[in-house]
């Protein structure tokens, strides 16, 4: 079993005090992560849990997070988001930002959700990375979040910021091995 533990890092430095932390574990073609967000949560805009989560796209629009997992030595990767709400998406690309489409062979992510007055976990149990590739292959994995304050200032999160700008999408910040 490959278990590994993270920091992210702000791509600009928050007015809020944040702490961001993930876990990721692989055991063969099994996968589970979470993101845990410490803060004042009261300051940070949360969409509310959904009665009917379901698949949506551009979650990224507020607090999102996200986890994005490549096959070693291939351009092909794909971005899950997972919202506080329990919404959810995942993409598939063919390579940096291009061919990106809807992963028509993950139907449903089982996510759970903790809220409290200073932090907030969201997490993925028990995915099934078959469901992306028939290949047994090694991944390269980032995480990644997107926090919206309700003063309306984003920040945006990474194990490693590699460009000019903030992109989760460079490879180069896809630094955990699975």
């Given at each position: 079993?490959?278990?590994?533990?993270?920091t992210?890092?702000?791509?600009?430095p928050?007015?809020?005090?944040?702490?961001?932390?993930?876990?990721?574990?692989?055991?063969?073609?099994?996968i589970?992560?979470r993101?845990?967000?410490?803060?004042?949560?009261k300051?940070?805009?949360?969409?509310?849990?959904?009665?009917?989560k379901?698949?949506?796209?551009?979650?990224?629009q507020?607090t999102?997070?996200?986890?994005?997992?490549g096959?070693?030595?291939?351009?092909?990767?794909?971005?899950f988001?997972?919202s506080?709400?329990g919404?959810?998406?995942?993409?598939?690309f063919?390579?940096?930002?291009?061919?990106?489409?809807?992963?028509?062979?993950v139907?449903?992510?089982?996510?759970?959700?903790?809220?409290?007055?200073?932090?907030?976990?969201?997490?993925?149990?028990?995915?099934?990375?078959?469901n992306l590739?028939?290949?047994?292959?090694n991944?390269?994995?980032?995480?990644?979040?997107?926090?919206?304050?309700?003063?309306?200032?984003?920040?945006?999160w990474?194990?490693?910021?590699?460009?000019?700008?903030a992109?989760?999408?460079?490879?180069?910040?896809?630094?955990?091995?699975?």
């Open positions: 079993m490959n278990n590994q533990k993270f992210l890092q702000p791509f600009i928050t007015e809020i005090e944040t702490k961001i932390t993930t876990e990721i574990t692989r055991d063969n073609h099994i589970n992560f993101h845990e967000l410490k803060s004042d949560i300051k940070i805009n949360i969409p509310e849990i959904a009665d009917n379901a698949r949506k796209d551009e979650l990224w507020t999102c997070f996200e986890v994005f997992i096959i070693e030595n291939s351009p092909r990767y794909w971005e988001n997972i506080p709400s919404d959810w998406n995942v993409y598939r063919d390579d940096y930002r291009q061919g990106m489409q809807e992963e028509s062979k139907e449903s992510l089982n996510i759970y959700i903790y809220r409290g007055f200073y932090d907030l976990l969201v997490g993925v149990d028990k995915f099934d990375l078959r590739t028939s290949e047994n292959c991944f390269n994995v980032s995480m990644a979040a997107v926090v919206k304050e309700k003063t309306g200032n984003i920040s945006y990474s194990l490693e910021h590699c460009g000019e700008e992109d989760f999408h460079l490879r180069n910040s896809f630094i955990c091995n699975m």
